[in-house]
């Protein structure tokens, strides 16, 4: 029997499987109220996922069935949807034996980038995660702020070359991008990928800015299915296989793997040179050996066997750190300037807080060291506001591994009508968590919570937020998530955030240019044109003279 053959047998009893299973077999999730399926193949999953109609389609559903309902995800099998506090906080804290991330999002992962923090479980998580928590600390971050002052006033300098001239359209998500990967890059990596001041091809700049769009081109059906092709045959094999394939987005993935690989291992190399020549050829190198990397590297030359990471481990972070540093946060600043083109009012009051906070006393401005703009009252309302209402992240997956009850803060109705306070789940039950939902969750933050207001963080916050608990790590939010999974570096995006707008506001006005800015859910949100799905923001820039 051939290999086609096998996998279309296997395909076949798997849908037979689902098709009859209802009919043997009850399940916990039967009683919750939840929409009706659309497709039998697809369930609700395609609306639920849809580049454009899912922001308002979740909504909805949130809005009509409240904190815990079942969806129907592939094959009309039941998938659990939940932004309940106490429920978030077993899943994410509590419970997180029972709870892990999808395979899904680890295999994926694992395929296209290695085996990185973003891709292990259990004990090689915990072990990566061990040694890179101190290059994260507010400490380092301290030291670490002069390179980023440094590589945004070539942002500040590239932008001001290009409106000298009176007011221009720029596309400022491709700017964010560039900003964000070059800070990464020198902070992160002790590398630098783009001058900023002029324009410089890079493959694996162009990697990484593509790495989140095209995994959202790859149909929802494969990347369901990736988990067991990965099982097919070696390594070898599966590449001569995908090779053949006249499939897009799986050619352009290989491309994007192969760069940010070959990349990885040279700045890897390259690191670990200098770090053998000694403490005088670090001195010479970008970061002066205190980036993230070469901090990592010496950590991991002195650890004991069993806490070492393999090369194969260290090499995977490079990618790793690239990717969860770059898109989330270049969005998330795109995301703010953003708002404030369409809030002209809230960008006015920003403006005059950080022309104040830098004035040296002569009426020049001065660059802010990392406690000062950390503690700048209406900076930090502004980031707060937009990260809690338009997280970078819309939701995320859990697989649940073993059998367990997952609690509610409070009982829903279910189908029968009868009063649900908990749920028995069962291992193979798939979860997902609405992180938008629990941020702008109406029962904590008023009715008001779907409108952005950076105000509501300058008064005391809801008493019913401050009682839910919510295990985010981040000021209440599910937006960076908690547990061991949560963002390890949230202290490095939101440091970007406020340096790149302390320094490009008090120099720019934002304005909204003619073309319609619309936003798309992907494994990290971004904005594009009208119907397009180019990743793009233009917005009008007008350099404000001192």
Not at 114 to 120: A, C, D, E, F
Not at 152 to 160: E, P, Y
Not at 233 to 259: L, T, W
Not at 420 to 448: F, Q, Y
């Amino acid at each position: 029997m051939s290999l086609p053959q096998i996998i279309g047998y296997a395909i076949a009893l798997y849908i037979g499987w689902r098709l009859v299973r209802p009919y043997f077999s009850r399940s916990p999730l039967d009683n919750l109220l939840g929409p009706e399926s659309d497709s039998f193949v697809s369930g609700n999953v395609a609306r639920i996922f849809h580049r454009r109609e899912a922001w308002e389609y979740q909504r909805g559903l949130v809005a009509q069935f409240g904190r815990l309902f079942a969806i129907n995800g592939m094959f009309n099998a039941k998938w659990i949807y939940t932004y309940d506090p106490r429920a978030l906080h077993s899943i994410y804290v509590k419970d997180q034996d029972v709870f892990e991330e999808s395979e899904i999002l680890t295999v994926g992962f694992m395929l296209y980038v290695g085996p990185g923090l973003l891709s292990t479980l259990g004990e090689q998580h915990r072990k990566q995660r061990k040694m890179l928590n101190p290059v994260f600390s507010a400490k380092h971050l301290r030291e670490m702020t002069p390179i980023f002052n440094d590589v945004i006033h070539k942002l500040q300098d590239a932008i001001a070359s290009r409106v000298k001239g009176g007011a221009q359209e720029i596309d400022v998500l491709n700017w964010m991008g560039r900003t964000a990967l070059e800070l990464i890059g020198q902070g992160g990596l002790g590398h630098s990928f783009d001058p900023l001041t002029e324009d410089k091809a890079d493959d694996f700049a162009d990697a990484v800015k593509a790495y989140f769009p095209v995994t959202a081109q790859i149909h929802f059906v494969l990347r369901q299915l990736l988990p067991v092709l990965v099982h097919i045959g070696p390594a070898s094999f599966r590449r001569k296989v995908v090779e053949m394939i006249p499939y897009g987005p799986a050619q352009r993935m290989k491309q994007i793997s192969d760069a940010m690989h070959d990349r990885s291992v040279r700045i890897i190399n390259e690191k670990r040179e200098a770090l053998e020549r000694g403490d005088e050829a670090l001195k010479h190198q970008i970061g002066e050996g205190k980036d993230i990397m070469s901090v990592l590297l010496r950590a991991n030359m002195s650890a004991s066997e069993t806490d070492r990471l393999t090369d194969e481990e260290l090499i995977a972070q490079v990618s790793v750190l690239v990717l969860a540093a770059m898109d989330t946060t270049s969005n998330a600043l795109s995301r703010i300037l953003h708002q404030l083109a369409i809030h002209q009012e809230v960008q006015e009051k920003l403006r005059e807080e950080l022309v104040r906070a830098r004035d040296d006393g002569t009426g020049t401005l001065r660059d802010l060291d990392y406690d000062e703009v950390m503690e700048l009252p209406y900076l930090d309302a502004v980031c707060r506001e937009t990260l809690r209402r338009f997280p970078p992240v819309k939701g995320l997956f859990r697989a649940v591994v073993k059998d367990g009850v997952l609690p509610l803060s409070a009982p829903v109705r279910g189908r029968d009508g009868s009063l649900i306070d908990h749920l028995p789940v069962k291992k193979g039950m798939r979860v997902i968590t609405d992180i938008e939902a629990s941020n702008c969750n109406k029962e904590l933050w008023g009715e008001d919570a779907y409108d952005w207001k950076p105000e509501r963080w300058l008064k005391p916050l809801p008493p019913a937020l401050e009682e839910a608990h919510i295990p985010g790590v981040y000021s209440h939010l599910m937006t960076f998530i908690g547990g061991a999974r949560a963002c390890i570096g949230f202290k490095f995006s939101q440091l970007e955030m406020k340096v790149v707008l302390a320094t490009l506001l008090p120099a720019f006005k934002f304005e909204l240019s003619d073309k319609p800015i619309a936003w798309n859910v992907a494994g990290v949100a971004y904005p594009s044109i009208g119907e397009s799905s180019k990743p793009e923001m233009p917005l009008k820039v007008t350099r404000i003279e001192a």
